[in-house]
């Protein structure tokens, strides 16, 4: 049984740009129309305005983020999948990013970067949502306090995680092969899902949190703990609920 402690060890987690436009939620969608027709893997829209998630997360740094960073990973995702025709591949991110082995070596960087990339913000969208719940009731509340004693604690761990992350990289809350919860942070686009040779980060996860400059450069500058903290108000606890229960039942992740 390893320590929670050993859980929050950081890991060495770099820097992105920023730009953009005001648009409404159906232009929004309009907007992804920007997707390629021939692309595997699609740009997913938000499930909510731009504007949902204010004041916690401002408009434009949710815009910027979706429509220009998550993007521009998905685009490179499709490119470097492209570039590879011996590479024929029908299944979903999920199941590509959890075999990576399987990917030519040759494009293997590219897809563990922007595949990580693509995959860690759409889970982090719909983690996220303008929700009324400011705490898990039912079996995620449960192994909350089952796990870190209570609400406070988990909320003071998985924060601690996030903020001490070095450089650029990720938060998650996860479940392990137990069925506890657990804690953890990867560099870059790493992400759990792509097993623990490569994220350290053995878990299926139900959370994480984005640490890059670019999820709150704009509002908070250089106050990464400040979002942090605001992150608690607006996470959509019915899908980590959802989550968590499909990772005990059936092992598996639900984006
Ligand atoms: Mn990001």
């Known amino acids: 049984m390893k320590s929670r402690r050993e859980f929050l ?3 060495a987690c770099a820097v992105v ?9 159906a232009e929004q969608r309009i907007n992804l129309s920007t997707n390629k027709k021939n692309m595997k893997f699609p740009l997913v829209a938000l499930e909510y305005a731009y504007d949902a998630l204010e004041p916690s997360i401002d408009a434009k740094t949710v815009e910027i983020h979706h429509d220009k960073h ?7 995702l499709n490119d470097a999948i492209s570039s590879d025709p011996s590479f024929s591949y029908n299944g979903s991110l999920t199941m590509l990013l959890s075999d990576l082995g399987k990917v030519p070596e040759k494009i293997r960087t590219a897809v563990r970067n922007n595949g990580g990339g693509a995959w860690n913000h759409e889970f982090y969208w719909k983690g996220l949502g303008p929700s009324a719940e400011k705490a898990p009731s039912g079996a995620l509340g449960e192994a909350i306090k089952k796990s870190f004693g209570d609400f406070e604690n988990f909320k003071k761990q998985l924060s601690a995680a996030a903020v001490n992350c070095f ?6 809350l996860g479940v392990d092969k137990e069925g506890n919860l657990k804690i953890c942070s990867t560099p870059n686009q790493d992400s759990p899902i792509m097993g623990s040779e490569i ?4 878990m299926i996860p139900i959370f994480n949190i984005d640490v890059w400059e670019h999820a709150y450069y704009l509002k908070y500058q250089n106050l990464r703990a400040a979002y942090v903290d605001a992150i608690w108000n607006v996470i959509n606890w019915d899908k980590l609920e959802a989550r968590f229960e499909k990772a005990l039942k059936d092992g598996k992740v639900m984006l």
Not at 17 to 23: C, E, M, T, Y
Request: hydrophobic fraction near 45%; glycine fraction near 18%; include cysteine.
């Open 199 to 202: 994220a350290k980060c053995d």
């Open 9 to 11: 060890k950081l890991s």
């Open 17 to 25: 740009g920023i730009a953009g436009a005001g648009l409404s939620f």
């Open 167 to 172: 450089g650029s990289g990720w938060a998650w």
């Open 70 to 76: 998550q993007a521009t990973y998905v685009a490179k």
